[in-house]
């Protein structure tokens, strides 16, 4: 038995180095054609490339809102745009530890913001949010 699983083996090694080269000789030749427009499309791209303008942010954005007495007890009393305010309650999150520690997109609210999010213990936060910018005026 020991004679024809080593019988058997011996045919398979010889089919399969046999059926590579040649599969390279074929995979050499494609590339070696399309490498040469490549390159000539790479310089192209380079040289016309233009130098990238900066990106201006959305005035719907950076417009200073007040924030309600409730979300004024996490971010403070003074009008801030949108991103300042959801950096600042994420500064809370993390600065408390409410963010859950399985699911980090869950939120475990505190007495202050369980009052921003409508009574909720626990928000997602996409839902965040939706609730906050019920406080911003």
Known sequence: ???AKQAAKKPAAKKAPAK???AKKAAATKPAAKK???KKVAAAKTTATKPAA???PNAAFMKPMTPS????????????????VTKKIWAYIKKNNLQ????KRMIDADEKLRAVF?????????EM???VSNHLK
């Open 20 to 22: 590579k080269p040649a």
């Open 69 to 84: 007495a409730l979300l004024s007890a996490v971010v403070g009393a003074l009008p801030l745009p949108r991103t300042e």
């Open 100 to 103: 859950n520690a399985i699911n």
């Open 36 to 38: 040469a427009p490549a």
């Open 54 to 56: 900066k990106r201006k």
């Open 129 to 131: 949010t939706k609730l």
């Open 1 to 3: 038995m020991a004679t």
């Open 118 to 126: 409508g009574g909720k213990k626990q928000v997602s936060m996409f």
